[in-house]
């Protein structure tokens, strides 16, 4: 042993050695071969036999790299099953399309990304004809995402298909009207092609933690018994680049301890971000390599082609190995646009035994090695690692394919830093591409300026090996198919209990809201297809008493005794549990959730999810993957539990929430609302069955605010219109009890737990002012401003419509004053279709840590300050005297 080995300290000096004398002679050994061989003769003999003793089982940390070579030797290789000439056939078209669309569509400025599909045409290719699964065997089929940039060459093979025409690829990135056929989204987009693209992944990290919950989410509902999804693989396709997203690598963890076999990653490492390399001074390959491999997963490395073999088969002595490792991907890059000469002297030049290797190679296989010669560009490659995927059982995959950005386009496009923003190729460029292509374009089919799209014919042998291919794989890929299933009505009994009140208890609407469900949980028909998702606050919102009765889905069920298992409310995990509980992460939960509220189409199995969360963490933290499930056509129910800005006494500033309500209504597929009481929650809820679940069902989701200020509910009143004004967004809670005939009038407009200052500030201005004010529960500031812009629409089409805000307030007399726990900004969303004087209150700014009524009156919004500012828009009217605001203020000592 060195003196520094003899001398460092070891945790295993607190392990009890049988043999110090064997330890010793283990020891010594490794000295002599390092001395007698070399430092790489013992690194490779300590890999051998840690490579061992993994192979027997015995129980040792993996290393966490491998050398920079391919996982799976050439020798190794599967055979290949396909027609590989007729699939470069195939492949060879959709490169040249992808190119064509893009080029075409730039003429009119639309833009467009070439180089990402050129780098990964055979990794999609290869997926296609022989391991996507379609939807036609078991409605399920694989889940593919696939790489947003890459869309042009997945609308190619479409084309080639047969499911899209040159008319479709003519109005790529044309969306907004004007022709018969629908134009092309520049990315997958569900909702704009609801018939191909299955999931959004261009806002770049959504991709990857969607595919870890959505396999997650496949092993739940066979655990449920809902539906067995075995033969369901989910298949990533991302960017090296994409991995720095935070979201890329957030759950990669919960994938390796769950034991995800049905995912695999696959990682295209052109080793190009959108200005530069990934890692200019560093190796992402071999970075991602040890981040998976910690993470519990399986890597499967395919980084060189088979012309690499020679070089491999020539250096023996490791020396090759050694430099490929060391080189920072920065300068490989430069490497693959320089000649020969160039990476003789700056590569090979490293140390005389390399120099010798490189002595026996010529110039072109130089070129061909460093230039193009990746793993991820040839299918025998490709389709061995997928195999090997696959065939892995007890771990996710990873596949990190090395590819070359821009391959195929020409040497003013591959390993360009700029190529992310090439748009077009010149006709020059094309003629290079069809010669390396060999395809059968004719030099008078290039003349005009208009590159043409190309295709081999419907009854050419390369679609009728296509749609073989895909037909033996259970039907089109990508595919979406929605199973038109509604789920029967609940009972009412639960809806009911709501509307009668809670008597003298006082409860908060977040306990009326988890009642509710808890009830709705029991039901024969649909309870089983609830799912209760929670970032690890289910205590905080009284949710435990779903833990015995429902449990929390773990796939390994109950392995240990429960610190609490002698009480009645313990925590209990099961295999079949039935709540999503995901620990302190709002983005995963957010996945679990958009698993869930797509498994109508997925699975063609509906599900009913509510993700329940701390106010704050939702909107502001996870708003783009609340904007990705609207675009996947999500349907479920988001609750923001401890809402408001006010509500949560002594949490502060980053705890108390003043404005998801307004970040919701940015949404366009969110139905955002605000329920004052247990009733309306209930009113909502139902409605929100009816219009996601029923027989028409609509692709829209529900967010409600719920509080945890404890009050008596009260019950539902027996008015007409109360619950068409619950949904709308507006009703008259309490008209006022006019003191005197020709009192002065105010209209009180309020939201959740707003209603309660407002019907104190009612008996105040009343007793104390003379003042009458009528005070109405607003359930939904942004559905009355959704309506009367609909309205606004129809006008300028002729049609003659009247918002309901409007109509809800017409007659309605003085001003109106709307307050909410929210800023001002939420309820002056209506203030435009409101014909009376307007005014509001709001808690705008930030939160801060106090009791309930001190940051009330911090902010201005308590029932005295509400007075105040009734006071105030009356005087200014002349109905009450200029000098009663100030009075008001000095008498409740604001």
Known sequence: MTDLARTRPSALDQLPDRDPEETAEWGASLDAVAQAAGSHRASYLMRRTLERAESTGLALPPLLESDYVNTIPTAAEPAFPGDEAMESRITAWNRWNAAAMVTRGSRDGLGGHIATFASAAWLYETGFQHFFRGKEADGSGDQLYIQGHASPGIYARAFLDGRLTEHHLDHFRREAGGSDVPGLPSYPHPRRMPWLWEFPTVSMGIGPISAIYQARFNRYLAARGIKDTADSHVWAFLGDGEMDEPESTAALALAGREGLDNLTFVINCNLQRLDGPVRANFKIVQ?????????????????????????????????????????????????????????????????????????????????????????????????????????????????????????????????????????????????????????????????????????????????????????????????????????????????????????????????????????????????????????????????????????????????????????????????????????????????????????????????????????????????????????????????????????????????????????????????????????????????????????????????????????????????????????????????????????PRIQLLASGTAIHWALEAQKLLADDWGVAADVWSATSWSELRRDALSCDAAQLKGEDRVPYVTRALAGAPGPVLAVSD????????????????????????FGLSDTREAARRHFGVDAPAIVVAALSRLARKGVVRATAPKEAAERYGI
């Open 287 to 743: 970075e991602l390599e040890a981040q998976f491999r910690a993470a519990g997963w399986n890597v499967v490395k395919s980084l060189w082609g088979s012309a690499w073999d020679e070089l491999f088969a020539l250096d023996t002595s490791g020396a090759l190995v050694r430099r490929l490792r060391e080189v920072p991907d920065g300068q490989f890059q430069t490497y693959a646009t320089r000649d020969a000469a160039y990476v003789r002297e700056h590569f090979f030049g490293a140390e005389p035994e390399l120099a010798r290797l490189a002595q026996q190679l010529t110039d072109a296989k130089l070129t061909e090695c460093f230039h193009t010669s990746r793993a991820g560009h040839e299918p025998r490659k490709v389709y061995a690692a997928y195999r090997a995927a696959m065939e892995h059982k007890g771990a996710p995959t990873v596949v990190l394919a090395q590819t070359v950005k821009g391959w195929t386009l020409g040497p003013g496009f591959e390993s360009r830093n700029a190529n992310h923003q090439m748009k077009k190729l010149t006709g020059k460029e094309f003629r290079a591409m069809r010669d390396l292509l060999e395809l059968p374009i004719p030099d008078s089919k290039l003349d005009d300026g208009l590159v043409p799209y190309v295709h081999p014919g419907p009854d050419s042998p390369e679609v009728r090996y296509l749609q073989e291919r895909r037909a033996a794989l259970g039907g089109p890929a990508p595919a979406r198919k929605v199973h038109a299933v509604a789920l029967p009505e609940p009972s009412p009994k639960p809806f009911e209990a709501l509307a009668k009140g809670s008597g003298n208890q006082e409860i908060a609407t977040t306990m009326a809201f988890v009642r509710l469900v808890k009830d709705l949980m029991r039901d024969k028909e649909t309870g089983r297809r609830w799912v209760p998702i929670v970032p690890d606050e289910a205590r905080t919102f009284g949710m435990e008493s779903l833990f015995p009765t429902a449990g929390i889905y773990s796939p390994l069920g109950q392995t240990y005794d429960p610190v609490d298992r002698d009480q009645l409310l313990y925590y209990k995990e099961a295999q079949n549990g039935q709540i999503l509980n995901e620990g302190i992460t709002e983005a995963g939960s957010m996945a679990d959730f958009t698993a869930a509220a797509t498994s109508y189409a997925t699975h063609g199995e509906p599900m009913i999810p509510f993700y329940i969360f701390y106010s704050m963490f939702g909107w502001q933290r996870t708003a783009d993957q609340m904007w990705a499930l609207a675009d996947q056509l999500g349907r479920g129910f988001l609750i923001g539990a401890t809402a408001g800005r006010t509500t949560m006494t002594g949490e502060g500033l980053q705890h108390a929430d003043g404005h998801s309500p307004l970040i919701a209504s940015t949404n366009p597929a969110a139905l955002a609302y605000d329920p004052a009481f247990a009733y309306e929650i209930g009113v909502i809820v139902r409605e929100g069955l009816r219009r996601m679940f029923g027989p028409e069902a609509e692709d829209i989701f529900y967010y409600l605010t719920v509080y945890n200020e404890t009050k008596v509910q009260p019950p539902m009143p027996k008015g007409e219109g109360v619950e068409e004004g619950i949904l709308k967004g507006l009703y008259r809670y309490q008209e006022a009890t006019a003191p005197a005939e020709d009192s």
């Open 822 to 845: 929210w800023m001002r900004a939420v309820p002056d969303q209506i203030s435009q279709w409101v014909e009376q004087d307007w005014y509001s209150l709001g808690t705008d700014g």
